[in-house]
């Protein structure tokens, strides 16, 4: 039979603009409930804008949606405690009694987002899906590390990684190479692949012609290491190439955090940085050339995603189309090189036809590679895999 009753682990609010896997988990939710199953979703909301929209968003009261404040790791306790299992304070008391009584009450399936949900559902592995969406073990591997406090946080972060993954027994991630390097770690889980959905009705694709002047832009969580490298890059390697060749040309760093970690590139002239935006949206319209260029990142990169959805060319790594068949040349300037990422950014900025027709390939590869209900579908097969080995 199959599984109805769901208890859905969030990080983040559901919200299609709002904090970037939020695309997916508004899928997830609004799917779920559209296909039968009765889901009681526990999400952390970390802003008062975000449950304000998400409030607004779910009103009608068809969904049993809890919203909960994120905790603080406080005192040396709070340290110790971020040591041992990190992240977890992120999770207050009250969402996770909250959670443990849902389950206690009637549950087949409950469906963690994101490693650290783990956390949450320990005790309830048996009837857990986890999805993960990225693997600090790929992600941090050539991370430089900064202090003392940060080494041994690095530590802990992936002896975490390994306990969570080890101690489920189902487990989803997003790409074939995630699925992979997991099965590696914990050769013991069913684990399963699943593609991010993303639902593109919001995402408007509309006619319109290059800006004047032209802009290159990087849109993203600089709190995420795979993001701030990219943007290093971007800064020191990348962007005096393209300013020799196109003068006029302007750049654009918006997204978490942007100002703060990128805070000695202030003063550059002709780049503007802004952190922590309500709206991400009018960045993304300004811009012509999206420029993602992560040595290291694994999973899909909803930024990418996204700007693919609204017809914005990008020029990125081959981590940075991970998950994706995306050609080069075709779809996306795919080069992992500093020259060649900068020589397939300055063509789409100094030819209009290469540049209209890349915007046109990119939407429909995106709707064929995360096509929600496809999503679901897979989503669907990893609960009958719960149902049947209980």
Not at 137 to 147: F, G, R
Not at 364 to 388: F, H, N, T, W
Request: charged share 30%; aromatic share 8%; proline share 6%.
């Amino acid at each position: 039979m199959s599984a109805r009753e769901i208890v859905l682990v969030l990080p983040d609010p559901p919200l299609p603009f709002g904090n970037a896997a939020g695309r997916w988990y508004y899928a997830l939710l609004k799917g779920l409930t559209r296909r039968g199953y009765r889901v009681s979703t526990f999400a952390v909301c970390s802003s008062e804008y975000d449950r304000n929209k998400t409030e607004e968003l779910f009103r009608s009261g068809e969904s049993d949606l809890r919203l909960y404040t994120q905790a603080e790791s406080e005192g040396l306790s709070g340290k110790l405690e971020s040591l041992r299992r990190p992240y977890s304070y992120r999770y207050s008391a009250e969402l996770m009694h909250d959670v443990a009584a849902r389950v206690a009450a009637r549950c087949d399936v409950v469906h963690l987002e994101q490693l650290w949900t783990g956390w949450v559902g320990w005790d309830f592995a048996e009837r857990a899906l986890l999805n993960i969406h990225y693997l600090f073990e790929i992600d941090l591997a050539d991370a430089p590390v900064s202090s003392l406090k940060d080494g041994l946080l690095r530590r802990a972060t992936r002896r975490a990684e390994r306990r969570l993954l080890r101690h489920y027994p189902v487990i989803s991630t997003l790409t074939p190479r995630l699925s992979e390097r997991v099965t590696a770690l914990a050769p013991r889980a069913r684990v399963e692949t699943v593609p991010l959905g993303l639902d593109l009705s919001p995402y408007r694709f509309e006619d319109c012609e290059p800006h004047d002047p032209p802009t290159v832009a990087l849109i993203g969580s600089f709190d995420w290491y795979p993001t701030l490298s990219g943007a290093r890059r971007l800064l020191d390697n990348l962007w005096p190439g393209i300013k020799r060749r196109v003068p006029d040309a302007r750049l654009l760093l918006v997204g978490r955090s942007a100002r703060s970690r990128l805070e000695r590139y202030l003063d550059l002239p002709d780049v503007e940085i802004y952190e922590n935006v309500p709206d991400i949206l009018p960045y993304f319209e300004a811009t012509d050339v999206m420029l993602y260029a992560p040595t290291r990142g694994s999973g899909m990169k909803v930024k990418v995603l996204e700007a693919f959805a609204l017809g914005i060319p990008v020029v990125t790594t081959s981590e940075g189309v991970e998950g994706i068949t995306a050609e080069d040349g075709v779809h996306a300037g795919v080069a992992d090189d500093d020259d060649g990422l900068v020589e397939r950014a300055v063509g789409l900025l100094q030819d209009r036809d290469a540049w209209q027709a890349m915007r046109s390939a990119a939407r429909p590869l995106v709707k064929r590679a995360c096509d929600p209900e496809q999503s679901l579908d897979l989503v669907e097969r990893c609960y009958e895999s719960i149902g049947s080995q209980r």
